[in-house]
């Protein structure tokens, strides 16, 4: 019995503990926390970068856009432009930063044009390797590059150099996924055919995209097919736009042609509706990837280069704080002293 006279009802049915209600628990709990993702998106100026995040998340990362004339992109170096958006449908919140590389390939010498963007993204390692290590670990914000979109000319035909010497650098630090931008700019014919010429020299190169995990047996037939068809997607040939087109009574978001419309959201058109159920879907496993992978082949080569584990490093933090503190008492302990003295001089006299 309660002080107020109610009883306090406990689940009696045999065989039952409670433990089946976690997982509602830890979903209530990371609902409430909210979830953080980083999104790099690297490829050549025109490619339509922009309009395919605006249109992925619907809404303006990019409200004044600056693009540079041909003759600034002669000497232009690459820049880093961390864009943070908080987001939120269904009572679910995202704080999504997306990454751009400006001037990524528009140089007339590219050769070391990515190394800013490894740069960058060790240094988020590095950022999140620190406050790891530090003594308040309660607060830490994920600023590591969760996946990098990274988007392939539809012109060519296959990978440019630049592009293979990008992935073979990057591919060990972060998860690839290869994007055809401006899928409307090809034939059905010819976008498969340049997406299996792009996985032949993914492979020839040796080059490791993001693989997407096999559906597990539990899982419904649904998600199966869903699965594999997203895996049989790779490399997605996207198409992006931030205008609504009125089609048989209905507003979509695609691109007026004089020979018809193109459909964003259409699969029959091109691939952004697979890319971003991709993304959304495998979001998670997006993260313990590099968690589990990335970060950790980071972590692992930075203490081989301290020649120290970072509990050591825990432990000399503690250390030099606790010395800090003794020298502290004992500085204060020498102040009471020469008080207490200069208080007893005049009684002296």
């Excluded at 856009?65 to 269904?90: D, F, L, M, N, W």
């Excluded at 068809?229 to 004089?258: C, T």
Aim: proline share 4%.
């Amino acid at each position: 019995m309660s002080q107020s006279g109610e009883k306090v009802k406990f689940s009696d049915s045999a065989g039952y503990v409670g433990f089946a209600n976690l997982p509602n628990q830890v979903h209530r709990k990371s609902v409430k926390k909210g979830f953080e993702f980083t999104l790099m998106v690297v490829g050549e100026s025109g490619l339509g970068k922009s309009t395919l995040i605006n249109s992925l998340f619907l809404t303006d990362l990019y409200p004044e856009r600056y693009i540079p004339g041909a003759a600034e992109k002669i000497e232009r170096t690459v820049q880093i432009e961390a864009s943070t958006v908080e987001i939120e449908e269904r009572g679910v919140k995202l704080r999504l930063t997306v990454v751009d590389t400006p001037g990524y390939g528009d140089a007339i010498n590219s050769q070391d044009c990515f190394k800013t963007i490894i740069q960058y993204i060790d240094n988020q390692f590095e950022r999140y390797l620190h406050d790891e290590s530090g003594l308040n670990r309660r607060h830490i914000i994920d600023n590591r590059v969760h996946c990098c979109f990274y988007f392939i000319s539809p012109f060519g035909h296959g990978l440019k150099p630049l592009d293979v010497e990008f992935m073979k650098a990057l591919h060990g630090k972060v998860n690839i996924v290869p994007v055809i931008a401006k899928a409307d700019t090809l034939t059905l014919k010819e976008r498969e055919r340049l997406k299996r010429r792009v996985l032949d020299e993914i492979s020839e190169h040796g080059i490791r995209i993001y693989q997407l995990p096999d559906a597990d047996s539990d899982e419904d037939e649904e998600f199966k097919e869903q699965t594999r068809v997203l895996k049989a997607s790779i490399p997605f040939a996207v198409i992006g736009s931030n205008q609504l087109i009125e089609v048989k009574g209905k507003k979509i978001r695609g691109r007026l042609y004089p020979w018809g419309v193109v459909e964003v959201e259409n699969p029959e058109h091109n691939d952004f509706l697979k890319l971003r159920t991709m993304l959304v879907t495998h979001m998670q496993d997006l993260q313990e990837v590099t968690q589990d992978l990335h970060y950790e082949n980071f972590r692992s080569e930075r203490l081989k280069r301290t020649g120290k584990p970072v509990e050591e490093d825990v432990v000399d933090k503690d250390r030099i704080l606790q010395q800090k503190e003794a020298e502290l008492r004992r500085m204060q302990e020498m102040i009471a002293q020469m008080q207490a003295q200069m208080r007893m001089k005049p009684g002296d006299d």
